[in-house]
Protein backbone atom coordinates (compact mmCIF):
# COMPACT_ATOMS: atom_id res chain seq x y z
CA UNK A 1 0.00 0.00 0.00
CA UNK A 2 1.12 3.67 -0.36
CA UNK A 3 3.13 4.84 2.08
CA UNK A 4 4.91 8.50 2.65
CA UNK A 5 6.93 9.35 5.70
CA UNK A 6 8.12 13.26 6.15
CA UNK A 7 11.08 14.00 8.05
CA UNK A 8 13.14 17.41 8.76
CA UNK A 9 11.07 19.18 11.15
CA UNK A 10 11.81 20.47 14.30
CA UNK A 11 12.54 23.34 16.04
CA UNK A 12 14.44 26.47 13.81
CA UNK A 13 15.02 30.54 14.55
CA UNK A 14 13.17 32.71 12.54
CA UNK A 15 14.97 33.92 9.45
CA UNK A 16 16.70 30.14 9.25
CA UNK A 17 16.08 27.08 7.00
CA UNK A 18 15.31 23.63 6.66
CA UNK A 19 14.73 20.90 4.18
CA UNK A 20 11.82 18.81 4.37
CA UNK A 21 11.72 15.04 2.92
CA UNK A 22 8.96 12.95 1.97
CA UNK A 23 9.91 9.09 1.34
CA UNK A 24 8.04 7.09 -1.14
CA UNK A 25 7.33 3.73 -1.33
CA UNK A 26 4.19 1.33 -2.12
CA UNK A 27 3.48 3.00 -6.17
CA UNK A 28 6.04 4.06 -8.76
CA UNK A 29 6.45 6.92 -7.49
CA UNK A 30 8.23 8.64 -10.54
CA UNK A 31 4.72 8.09 -13.09
CA UNK A 32 3.08 11.11 -9.98
CA UNK A 33 2.79 14.31 -9.31
CA UNK A 34 3.58 15.47 -4.96
CA UNK A 35 2.50 17.89 -3.25
CA UNK A 36 3.28 19.88 0.34
CA UNK A 37 0.39 20.77 2.44
CA UNK A 38 0.33 22.70 5.86
CA UNK A 39 -1.29 22.97 9.31
CA UNK A 40 -0.53 25.68 11.67
CA UNK A 41 -1.80 24.50 15.34
CA UNK A 42 -5.34 24.05 15.70
CA UNK A 43 -5.93 25.45 12.12
CA UNK A 44 -7.12 24.39 8.96
CA UNK A 45 -4.98 22.67 5.45
CA UNK A 46 -3.26 25.40 3.91
CA UNK A 47 -1.98 23.90 0.25
CA UNK A 48 1.95 24.79 -0.24
CA UNK A 49 3.17 23.23 -3.15
CA UNK A 50 2.96 21.00 -5.92
CA UNK A 51 6.06 19.20 -8.24
CA UNK A 52 4.65 17.16 -11.41
CA UNK A 53 5.76 13.90 -12.14
CA UNK A 54 9.05 14.47 -13.61
CA UNK A 55 10.03 17.55 -12.20
CA UNK A 56 9.77 19.82 -14.75
CA UNK A 57 6.49 22.20 -13.46
CA UNK A 58 5.93 23.50 -9.54
CA UNK A 59 3.55 25.98 -8.26
CA UNK A 60 3.79 27.62 -4.97
CA UNK A 61 0.79 29.11 -2.95
CA UNK A 62 1.33 33.24 -3.19
CA UNK A 63 2.14 33.17 0.54
CA UNK A 64 5.35 31.31 0.55
CA UNK A 65 6.49 31.80 -3.11
CA UNK A 66 10.59 32.55 -3.43
CA UNK A 67 10.96 31.17 -0.37
CA UNK A 68 9.88 27.66 -0.25
CA UNK A 69 11.05 24.99 -3.52
CA UNK A 70 10.25 21.91 -3.99
CA UNK A 71 12.06 19.61 -5.72
CA UNK A 72 12.16 15.69 -6.09
CA UNK A 73 14.67 12.84 -6.75
CA UNK A 74 12.94 9.74 -8.49
CA UNK A 75 15.98 7.87 -8.27
CA UNK A 76 15.33 8.19 -4.81
CA UNK A 77 11.02 7.88 -4.19
CA UNK A 78 11.62 11.30 -2.44
CA UNK A 79 10.09 14.93 -2.64
CA UNK A 80 11.58 17.69 -0.70
CA UNK A 81 10.57 21.43 0.40
CA UNK A 82 12.91 23.78 0.69
CA UNK A 83 12.00 26.30 3.52
CA UNK A 84 14.34 29.63 3.84
CA UNK A 85 13.96 32.76 5.53
CA UNK A 86 11.03 31.19 7.61
CA UNK A 87 8.68 33.33 9.85
CA UNK A 88 6.68 32.87 13.12
CA UNK A 89 3.83 32.12 10.99
CA UNK A 90 5.40 29.22 8.93
CA UNK A 91 4.52 26.91 12.41
CA UNK A 92 2.73 24.48 11.41
CA UNK A 93 2.68 20.48 10.83
CA UNK A 94 3.87 19.82 6.97
CA UNK A 95 2.39 17.22 5.08
CA UNK A 96 2.93 15.56 1.37
CA UNK A 97 0.62 13.89 -0.18
CA UNK A 98 0.49 11.95 -3.46
CA UNK A 99 -1.65 13.46 -6.18
CA UNK A 100 -0.71 15.13 -9.86
CA UNK A 101 -0.87 18.83 -10.61
CA UNK A 102 -4.96 19.15 -10.85
CA UNK A 103 -4.97 16.67 -8.39
CA UNK A 104 -6.60 14.88 -6.71
CA UNK A 105 -4.51 14.73 -3.49
CA UNK A 106 -5.02 10.85 -2.71
CA UNK A 107 -2.82 9.44 0.13
CA UNK A 108 -1.47 11.60 2.73
CA UNK A 109 1.85 10.95 5.21
CA UNK A 110 1.66 11.80 8.90
CA UNK A 111 3.07 14.99 8.83
CA UNK A 112 6.23 16.46 10.18
CA UNK A 113 6.16 19.43 12.78
CA UNK A 114 8.38 22.67 12.21
CA UNK A 115 8.12 25.24 14.59
CA UNK A 116 9.74 28.24 13.96
CA UNK A 117 10.45 30.04 17.60
CA UNK A 118 13.21 32.61 18.55
CA UNK B 1 -9.56 33.52 5.77
CA UNK B 2 -9.75 30.31 4.29
CA UNK B 3 -10.60 30.47 0.37
CA UNK B 4 -13.38 28.60 0.42
CA UNK B 5 -16.14 29.10 3.02
CA UNK B 6 -17.81 26.06 5.24
CA UNK B 7 -19.83 25.96 8.50
CA UNK B 8 -17.93 26.21 11.37
CA UNK B 9 -19.69 23.03 13.01
CA UNK B 10 -22.61 20.32 11.99
CA UNK B 11 -24.06 18.35 13.92
CA UNK B 12 -26.56 15.20 13.84
CA UNK B 13 -27.75 11.89 15.78
CA UNK B 14 -26.46 8.28 14.90
CA UNK B 15 -28.62 7.39 11.90
CA UNK B 16 -29.43 10.55 10.37
CA UNK B 17 -27.90 12.56 7.03
CA UNK B 18 -25.97 15.75 7.57
CA UNK B 19 -24.92 17.96 4.53
CA UNK B 20 -21.73 20.23 4.70
CA UNK B 21 -21.36 22.85 2.17
CA UNK B 22 -18.27 24.04 0.49
CA UNK B 23 -18.79 27.77 -0.99
CA UNK B 24 -15.82 28.60 -3.27
CA UNK B 25 -16.14 31.33 -6.66
CA UNK B 26 -16.22 30.74 -10.76
CA UNK B 27 -12.09 30.78 -10.60
CA UNK B 28 -11.82 27.40 -8.29
CA UNK B 29 -15.37 25.32 -7.55
CA UNK B 30 -17.70 26.80 -10.29
CA UNK B 31 -14.75 26.73 -12.61
CA UNK B 32 -13.86 22.55 -12.38
CA UNK B 33 -15.16 19.05 -11.44
CA UNK B 34 -11.97 19.08 -8.90
CA UNK B 35 -13.51 19.47 -6.17
CA UNK B 36 -12.41 17.10 -2.96
CA UNK B 37 -13.54 16.17 0.68
CA UNK B 38 -10.83 15.29 3.15
CA UNK B 39 -12.05 13.67 6.89
CA UNK B 40 -9.63 14.38 9.75
CA UNK B 41 -9.67 12.94 12.92
CA UNK B 42 -7.40 14.74 16.07
CA UNK B 43 -3.88 13.95 15.69
CA UNK B 44 -4.45 11.98 12.75
CA UNK B 45 -3.50 12.84 8.51
CA UNK B 46 -6.26 13.87 6.40
CA UNK B 47 -7.61 10.92 4.24
CA UNK B 48 -9.57 11.14 1.56
CA UNK B 49 -13.30 10.73 0.89
CA UNK B 50 -14.71 12.04 -2.39
CA UNK B 51 -13.07 13.34 -5.63
CA UNK B 52 -13.90 15.07 -8.85
CA UNK B 53 -17.08 16.11 -6.96
CA UNK B 54 -18.78 12.85 -6.29
CA UNK B 55 -16.37 10.08 -7.11
CA UNK B 56 -15.31 7.77 -3.68
CA UNK B 57 -11.63 6.05 -3.53
CA UNK B 58 -11.66 2.06 -3.49
CA UNK B 59 -12.78 1.98 0.67
CA UNK B 60 -14.64 4.71 1.28
CA UNK B 61 -18.13 3.85 2.62
CA UNK B 62 -21.13 4.73 -0.33
CA UNK B 63 -22.61 6.54 3.14
CA UNK B 64 -19.92 9.48 1.68
CA UNK B 65 -21.90 11.06 -1.69
CA UNK B 66 -20.34 14.59 -2.85
CA UNK B 67 -22.57 17.21 -5.39
CA UNK B 68 -22.41 20.35 -6.47
CA UNK B 69 -24.14 23.49 -8.25
CA UNK B 70 -22.63 26.31 -9.45
CA UNK B 71 -19.72 27.94 -7.12
CA UNK B 72 -21.20 25.60 -4.03
CA UNK B 73 -20.47 21.62 -3.41
CA UNK B 74 -22.08 19.55 -0.87
CA UNK B 75 -20.54 16.87 1.41
CA UNK B 76 -23.37 14.60 2.70
CA UNK B 77 -22.77 11.53 5.39
CA UNK B 78 -26.33 9.13 5.53
CA UNK B 79 -26.81 7.25 8.40
CA UNK B 80 -24.40 8.69 10.44
CA UNK B 81 -21.73 6.82 13.24
CA UNK B 82 -19.99 7.46 15.80
CA UNK B 83 -16.49 7.08 13.89
CA UNK B 84 -18.01 9.94 11.46
CA UNK B 85 -17.48 12.50 14.07
CA UNK B 86 -14.01 14.42 12.43
CA UNK B 87 -13.06 17.51 10.56
CA UNK B 88 -14.17 17.48 6.92
CA UNK B 89 -12.43 19.82 4.77
CA UNK B 90 -13.12 20.52 0.83
CA UNK B 91 -10.55 21.61 -1.72
CA UNK B 92 -10.90 22.83 -5.49
CA UNK B 93 -8.55 23.13 -8.22
CA UNK B 94 -8.18 27.06 -8.99
CA UNK B 95 -7.52 29.38 -12.04
CA UNK B 96 -5.79 31.39 -9.88
CA UNK B 97 -1.70 31.41 -9.02
CA UNK B 98 -2.59 29.25 -5.41
CA UNK B 99 -3.48 26.31 -7.19
CA UNK B 100 -5.57 24.87 -4.92
CA UNK B 101 -7.67 26.09 -2.19
CA UNK B 102 -9.29 24.57 0.74
CA UNK B 103 -11.95 25.38 2.89
CA UNK B 104 -11.74 26.45 6.81
CA UNK B 105 -12.76 23.09 8.01
CA UNK B 106 -16.59 21.44 9.18
CA UNK B 107 -16.50 19.53 12.56
CA UNK B 108 -18.93 17.38 12.71
CA UNK B 109 -20.44 16.29 15.93
CA UNK B 110 -22.31 12.80 16.18
CA UNK B 111 -25.08 13.69 19.22
Not at chain 1, 21 to 42: D, K
Not at chain 2, 50 to 61: C, E, H, K, M, T
Amino acid sequence: QVQLVESGGGVVQPGRSLRLSCAASGFTFRYFGMHWVRQAPGKGLQWVAVISFDGRKTHYADSVKGRFTISRDNSESTVFLGVNSLRLEDTAVYYCAKGDVAGPLDDWGQGTLVTVSS
Amino acid sequence: QSALTQPASVSGSPGQSITISCTGTSSDVGAYDSVSWHQQHPGKAPKLMIFDVNYRPSGVSTRFSGSKSGNTASLTISGLQAEDEADYYCSSYSRDSTLWVFGGGTKVTVL
